[in-house]
């Protein structure tokens, strides 16, 4: 049974930084792309980063980039998002998911492609 597990979300104050870890059981997360998404209340799920598997290119949103870095460690089977200089815009649920379709990343998230969905860790930034 595959499972995907978000956790490292919290309360954290605007300019200060968080790492957030996709942890994956039943799965290899180094043999696909592999995409982190948020959501915020009343809004739609936003594509925000994205790590390729076949050469480990990446993928940011422009919301985020500059801010944040994805990142991997396949010997622990698990993807990182480290955010820094974080703004009260990124307050959401924070998921990561697969891309069975492809090894690595476009310029774009397109959410139909990912499955295997956590159950989202929550970022809260403020004062």
């Given at each position: 049974?595959v499972?995907?597990?978000?956790?490292?979300?919290?309360?954290?104050?605007?300019?200060?930084?968080?790492?957030?870890?996709?942890?994956?059981?039943?799965?290899?997360?180094?043999?696909?792309?592999?995409?982190?998404?948020?959501?915020?209340?009343?809004?739609?799920?936003?594509?925000?980063?994205?790590?390729?598997?076949?050469?480990?290119?990446?993928?940011?949103?422009?919301?985020?980039?500059?801010?944040?870095?994805?990142?991997?460690?396949?010997?622990?089977?698990?993807?990182?998002?480290?955010?820094?200089?974080?703004?009260?815009?990124?307050?959401?649920?924070?998921?990561?998911?697969?891309?069975?379709?492809?090894?690595?990343?476009?310029?774009e998230?397109?959410?139909y492609?990912?499955?295997?969905?956590?159950?989202?860790?929550?970022?809260?930034?403020?004062?």
């Amino acid at each position: 049974q595959v499972q995907f597990v978000e956790s490292g979300g919290g309360l954290v104050r605007p300019g200060g930084s968080l790492r957030l870890s996709c942890a994956a059981s039943g799965f290899f997360l180094d043999y696909y792309a592999i995409g982190w998404f948020r959501q915020a209340p009343g809004k739609e799920r936003e594509g925000v980063s994205c790590i390729s598997a076949s050469d480990g290119s990446t993928y940011y949103a422009d919301s985020v980039k500059g801010r944040f870095t994805v990142s991997r460690d396949n010997a622990k089977n698990t993807v990182y998002l480290q955010m820094n200089s974080v703004e009260p815009e990124d307050t959401a649920v924070y998921y990561c998911a697969a891309n069975l379709l492809r090894r690595r990343c476009l310029n774009e998230l397109r959410g139909y492609e990912f499955v295997y969905w956590g159950q989202g860790t929550q970022v809260t930034v403020s004062s």
